[in-house]
């Protein structure tokens, strides 16, 4: 395997309501499986961990479901395993998502203590009849007390997730939602266009007629005044969905956004990991699974011992109980990734940067169609970065469609 920083996500499954519009792998019901599940989770850091042996571990993120569903004392063992498991960097970011309906003071306390120090809070809307709407648990009044709670716990970064473009939603709604987001001065804003997802109950009700689909001419609108609005209020954007002030941005997420290695750990957690990178090596690189079901996911993981030292990546992925799923990056399809994910910074991609990883240049790969988005105002180059322009974050899609491989 590599040996450069390995990012870990923890997923946790459980909820007490799932919402309307979520199609995450995350369910109500199961509180008898937590043990269990919180089990098979340091079993499975177990397998992992000579494998990660040497690799450095600057962020960990505990995303769901709602993670903060899990009581302390379970949180307790999971961290302890992690650290027993894998080199956790000194200052390491540790995110934790939580519901506001979930937590209090104690509870928050309790989460810092134990390494958690940063709070990423499922807001998405400051009034009570559209968080009603979307199945959510918490009231308005209940976020910005946990918002506030937060800081008094010890926590110095907290981040407000909001969904804008609701069914029949009209701007001064939203507008007031993000208002009170800013009022209340947290260090990072995450802002997400409500999507209908197969199978989700708000694709049925939308199937039957029982509320409207979102309006994405709203929804663009509603997106071009946030990013007015929260430049004006000293936030930066430096993703299509997320701002922050400056120097707070989500480090974990810039992992993703810069198809870096990271190992999910959990039912239906995804991974990507990359082999030897040095001179002359294959350069293999793996994104793979784990089964869905979190009650296969417990099965799968009893009464398995630590794995091998992971020499060999492909057979160290195959050997693992709890995936599914495994697929091979061959190099255009990780060159591809690489530059649409990294397309969703503000920063755009550095063709140095590029060149450096991969030993091509971006322009005889991609530059009949880096120019032809160029020409439609989608892309633009700076100082030797390609980059999306304000009128292309609008359209992103339009530009990675025509990125991937044939």
């Known amino acids: 395997m590599s040996r450069d920083p390995l990012s870990l996500y923890l997923h946790i499954p459980f909820c007490s309501l799932k919402c309307a519009y979520c199609d995450f792998n995350s369910y109500a019901g199961l509180e008898a499986l937590v043990r269990p599940y919180d089990d098979a989770l340091i079993a499975e850091m177990r397998l992992w961990s000579p494998a990660a042996k040497g690799r450095p571990v600057p962020t960990v993120f505990f995303g769901g479901g709602t993670p903060s569903l899990l009581p302390i004392e379970e949180l307790e063992r999971i961290m302890s395993a992690l650290r027993e498991s894998f080199e956790l960097e000194p200052g390491a970011e540790v995110t934790l998502e939580a519901n506001p ?3 209090d003071l104690a509870y928050l306390r309790s989460l810092l203590a134990l390494g958690v120090n940063r709070l990423s809070l499922g807001v998405q809307s400051f009034h009570d009849d559209e968080l009603a709407a979307l199945d959510r648990i918490h009231s308005a009044a209940e976020a910005k007390e946990a918002y506030h709670w937060a800081p008094e716990a ?3 970064r907290v981040n407000l997730d909001l969904i804008y473009g609701l069914p029949d939603q009209r ?14 001065a947290p260090e990072h804003l995450s802002l997400y266009a409500l999507t209908v997802e197969e199978g989700t109950k708000l694709a049925y009700d939308v199937d039957h007629g029982r509320v409207p689909g979102p309006d994405p001419d709203a929804q663009a609108e509603m ?12 936030y930066r954007q430096y993703e299509i969905s997320n701002w922050c002030r400056a120097g707070e941005e989500c480090r974990h997420n810039l992992v993703y956004w810069r198809n870096g290695d990271w190992l999910g750990l959990g039912a239906g957690a995804h991974s990507h990991l990359r082999g030897n990178q040095e001179p002359g090596a294959r350069n293999e690189a793996y994104r793979f699974a784990n089964v869905y079901s979190p009650k296969q996911y417990v099965e799968r993981l009893k009464g398995y011992a630590p794995g091998t030292d992971g020499h060999d990546l492909r057979s160290l992925i195959g050997a693992m ?17 690489t530059l649409i994910l990294g397309l969703r910074l ?3 991609v550095s063709a140095d940067a590029f060149r450096e990883r ?6 005889e790969l991609y530059g009949g169609t880096l120019d ?8 633009e180059r700076v100082n030797g970065r390609v980059r999306l322009t304000y009128r292309g974050r609008l359209l992103a899609n339009e530009v990675f469609v025509r990125l991937l491989p044939p």
């Open 346 to 348: 503000n920063v755009g």
């Open 171 to 184: 701007m001064e709604r939203w507008q007031a939602t993000l208002e009170q987001a800013i009022e209340l």
């Open 372 to 379: 032809e988005m160029s020409g439609l105002g989608l892309l």
């Open 154 to 156: 010890g926590f110095e």
């Open 101 to 103: 309906g979930t937590v």
């Open 358 to 363: 991969f030993g091509q240049e971006i322009d």
């Open 321 to 337: 109980p709890q995936v599914t799923f495994v697929e091979e990056q061959p190099p255009a399809l990780a060159m591809a990734d």
């Open 223 to 234: 997106y071009e005044w946030s990013q007015e609005r929260l430049a004006r209020a000293g």
